[in-house]
Structures are given as structure tokens and as C-alpha cells.
């Protein structure tokens, strides 16, 4: 399992960010989840957080955690190899859920 720098296992932080979904706490769930991800970002642990990238599972996110993920961790893709088909599966789930929403997540090669 991959650690969070401070908080526990990738997969622990993930069950929180859905049992806050679960519960209806959206703004919450993306602060969790923002929080953890940008501490592996601070700590250049590159690694560790693709990792976590590859935990999450896109089915359990809504679209507005879709978008967090990729907007956080835009900048630092160069580090990230998983993100590309990270954001190639997060494109298909948000063409399920918001289909308007993809035509705006147009990222440079």
C-alpha cells in the first residue's frame, strides 16, 4: 500500500474521500483529497503519488473529484507516468457523467 506523508495508506485517505461522498459532503471529500495529494506533491514523492492514482477507483468520484484530481496534479505529470491513462480514464468517466464538462479539459501534450 502506498503511504500518505503523515495520514495512513493511500487506501485509507481513498475510504474517506468516499464515505464523504457516501454522506453527501462533497466539498469535504475534495478537501481530503486535495490535502493528501498535495503533500505527496510538497514531498516530491512523485512515486507515491501515482500510486495513489492508481488506487483511485473513478466509479466511486463525482465529477467535480474527477476534475480536483486532475487539476492538482496537472503540473507535476512530467513525474506522474499513470496520469496520462489516468486522465484517459477520467475523460470517459466524465463523458458518462458530464459530457459537457470534457470539452473544457483540453491539456497540452
Known amino acids: ?13 481513498l475510504w474517506s474521500v468516499y ?3 457516501r454522506k453527501q459532503s462533497i466539498d469535504e ?3 481530503v483529497l486535495f490535502k493528501h495529494v498535495e503533500e505527496l506533491l510538497i514531498a516530491k514523492d512523485f512515486k507515491q503519488c501515482d500510486d495513489f492514482l492508481k488506487e483511485v477507483d473513478l466509479k466511486q468520484l463525482d465529477s467535480n473529484l ?8 496537472r503540473a507535476a ?10 486522465l484517459t480514464h477520467a475523460r470517459a468517466r466524465l463523458m458518462e457523467l458530464v459530457p459537457e464538462r470534457v470539452e473544457r479539459l483540453r491539456e497540452p501534450d
Not at 500500500?1 to 485517505?13: F, H
Not at 474527477?66 to 496534479?73: E, P
Not at 505529470?77 to 489516468?86: D, G, I, S
Open 1 to 13: 500500500m502506498t503511504k500518505i506523508v503523515g495520514e495512513g495508506t493511500a487506501v485509507e485517505a
Open 19 to 21: 464515505k464523504l461522498i
Open 29 to 31: 471529500a475534495i478537501d
Open 66 to 73: 474527477i476534475v480536483t484530481l486532475l487539476s492538482i496534479t
Open 77 to 86: 505529470k512530467e513525474h506522474l507516468p499513470y496520469r496520462a491513462t489516468f
